[in-house]
């Protein structure tokens, strides 16, 4: 067994101790170092909790007011709808004003054409008075039928024209109720067409 006392076993065991010391000072420092940084880590990551949860909060807390700004919003909307029907009606209401105030320029040809086709009509009850051959009111009747469908491009009084030529077709005179009926109606066509445009 070695003597512990020799100064060769001693210079030894020093060196040993002093390079386990060395390793243990090593290892401490590690372990601090390794500490310390975990400590960091946990205070950065405690930092984000604490910040995470003051968000949480404050996102809580906005839910209030975004359910008041949403609320506010359809109210908002509605109010729109109501401005933009109004708009709507008072456009529709000032085109109708200006359509009154707007002068139409009338087509005096047309006032002309009807005027003259209530003249045929006229003098056909004129000729009703004094005559009574059927061939020449069936003629007249067809060329006030012609100008009537010319000037309107298609009325009703056209059809009972027609009527009362075919009523007509197979006489040899005209009988006095007859004359009678026709100026009655000729009165109603007149009528019918002053109302036309």
């Known amino acids: 067994m070695e003597d512990p006392n020799n100064p060769k076993n001693f210079k030894e065991i020093n060196e040993k101790l002093t390079a386990f010391a060395s390793i243990l000072e090593k290892f401490g420092l590690d372990i601090?170092?390794?500490?310390?940084?975990?400590?960091?880590?946990?205070?950065?990551l405690t930092d984000k909790v604490d910040e995470l949860s003051k968000a949480t909060i404050d996102v809580k807390a906005l839910l209030p007011q975004l359910t008041n700004v949403i609320e506010n919003q359809k109210i908002l909307e509605a109010e729109l709808d109501l401005i933009r029907t109004l708009i709507q009606r008072s456009n529709i209401s000032f085109r109708a004003r200006e359509a009154e105030t707007e002068t139409v320029e009338r087509d005096m040809s047309a006032t002309d054409r009807k005027q003259s086709i209530i003249d045929e009509f006229n003098h056909l009850a004129t000729?009703?008075?004094?005559?009574?051959?059927h061939q020449t009111v069936i003629s007249q009747l067809e060329k006030?039928?012609?100008?009537?469908?010319?000037?309107?491009?298609?009325?009703?009084i056209l059809y009972e024209i027609g009527q009362f030529n075919k009523k007509i077709n197979g006489l040899e005179t005209l009988p006095g109720e007859?004359?009678?009926?026709?100026?009655?109606?000729?009165?109603?066509?007149?009528?019918?067409?002053?109302?036309?445009?």
């Open 144 to 156: 006030i039928k012609g100008d009537i469908l010319d000037f309107t491009g298609g009325h009703r």
């Open 127 to 133: 000729y009703l008075d004094e005559n009574d051959d």
């Open 178 to 197: 007859i004359k009678q009926d026709l100026k009655e109606k000729i009165n109603f066509w007149i009528n019918k067409l002053s109302v036309k445009g």
């Open 32 to 44: 601090i170092t390794k500490m310390g940084q975990t400590n960091l880590k946990i205070k950065m």
